[in-house]
Nanobody
Framework: QMQLVESGGGLVQAGGSLRLACVASGGNLSIYAMGWFRQAPGKEREFVAGISRSGRSTLYADSVKGQFTISRENAKTTVYLQMNSLTPEDTARYHC???????????????????WGQGTQVTVTP
C-alpha cells in the first residue's frame, strides 16, 4: 500500500516561494505517474501539475505554467513542486497523488489516481 506524505506548505507573502515535497513509502515510486492537485475552500479540486514515471515529461495547468515546476527523485521516493511568484489565488491545500502506470503518460483525471496524500496547506497573504 503506497503512502504519500506532503510537506513544505506554510504562510508566505505574495511574491514569495515555497517548495512542496511528497515522500512516498510502501512502493516503488518509479512505477507511478505523479500529480499535484490543490483545493481551495469552497472550490473543487483542480489539477496543478503532472509528471511521468521517469520525470522526462511534465504538464501544468495554464494557471501555474511558468510559475510552478514539478520534479521527482525516484531514488529518494520524493516528488517536488517548486512554487514561485505566489499570489493569494494560490492559497489552497495541496495534495500529491500517485497512479500505477506502465507507460510514459503523465496526465490523468483526479479520479484515476490510486493513492493520495493528506495534503499540505499553502496560504499566501497580499
Amino acid at each position: 500500500q503506497m503512502q504519500l506524505v506532503e510537506s513544505g506548505g506554510g504562510l508566505v507573502q505574495a511574491g514569495g516561494s515555497l517548495r512542496l515535497a511528497c515522500v512516498a513509502s510502501g512502493g516503488n515510486l518509479s512505477i507511478y505517474a505523479m500529480g499535484w492537485f490543490r483545493q481551495a475552500p469552497g472550490k473543487e479540486r483542480e489539477f496543478v501539475a503532472g509528471i511521468s514515471r521517469s520525470g522526462r515529461s511534465t504538464l501544468y495547468a495554464d494557471s501555474v505554467k511558468g510559475q510552478f515546476t514539478i520534479s521527482r527523485e525516484n531514488a529518494k521516493t520524493t516528488v517536488y513542486l517548486q512554487m514561485n511568484s505566489l499570489t493569494p489565488e494560490d492559497t489552497a491545500r495541496y495534495h500529491c497523488a500517485a497512479k500505477v502506470i506502465s507507460t510514459s503518460a503523465y496526465y490523468f483525471a483526479s479520479n484515476q489516481y490510486n493513492y493520495w496524500g493528506q495534503g499540505t496547506q499553502v496560504t499566501v497573504t497580499p
